[in-house]
T-cell receptor, first 113, second 109 residues
């Protein structure tokens, strides 16, 4: 079934640990995005990639890094997790970086203690 | 700054009609999206408006007025499965989506 997968589904992490959230899409979409969703706030863009080999910073990039080695994969890394990074993380993709509809993965629920 | 406002929560009755409003102030405008998000799940696309007017898609319609920075999502013949959060998002001049906090819609029998 075509779509976006994310792993892990949920994770509890000690502060200071390194963590990589995985995202894979099989729709051959050029653009990919990482968002975080916190209670009472709208989705906030962390990083994006308009095409393989390029990445950009969104609204809340501090403490996070991404890479886009190929079209399908877009991992998000927390180098040294802090409790304020406790959130639900959604990966999304769209055919292009323009007004194309964004399709979302199922999310990763991350708790940093 | 950029801002998207929508009501936090609304309640409606099964079979009725409900209108969810969204007002926005953004740097540039490249369209407005509505997404549905059931609790614990991913957002799913409902509609996209870039020109003024009403777009109808089955039981759901979306309206846009660019001069007023205003949109609404209209849900007709409400069903229990429509209980969800409805997210308004505007694509700004950098082609990035700015999201509202969402409106939680509660449907009562």
């Amino acid at each position: 079934i075509a779509g976006i997968t994310q792993a892990p589904t949920s994770q509890i992490l000690a502060a200071g640990r390194r963590m990589t959230l995985r995202c894979t899409q099989d729709m051959r979409h050029n653009a990919m995005y990482w968002y975080r969703q916190d209670l009472g706030l709208g989705l906030r863009l962390i990083h994006y990639s308009n095409t393989a080999g390029t990445t950009g910073k969104g609204e809340v990039p501090d403490g996070y890094s991404v890479s886009r080695a190929n079209t399908d994969d877009f991992p998000l890394t927390l180098a040294s997790a802090v409790p304020s990074q406790t959130s639900v993380y959604f990966c999304a993709s769209s055919e292009r970086e323009s007004t194309d509809t964004q399709y979302f993965g199922p999310g990763t629920r991350l708790t940093v203690l | 700054g950029q801002n998207i406002d929508q009501p936090t929560e609304m309640t409606a009755t099964e079979g009725a009609i409900v209108q969810i409003n969204c007002t926005y102030q953004t740097s540039g405008f490249n369209g407005l999206f509505w997404y549905q998000q059931h609790a614990g799940e991913a957002p799913t696309f409902l509609s996209y408006n870039v020109l003024d007017g009403l777009e109808e898609k089955g039981r759901f319609s979306s309206f846009l007025s660019r001069s007023n920075g205003y949109s609404y999502l209209l849900l007709k013949e409400l069903q229990m499965k429509d209980s969800a959060s409805y997210l308004c998002a505007v694509m700004d001049s950098n082609y990035q989506l700015i999201w509202g906090a969402g409106t939680k819609l509660i449907i009562k029998p």
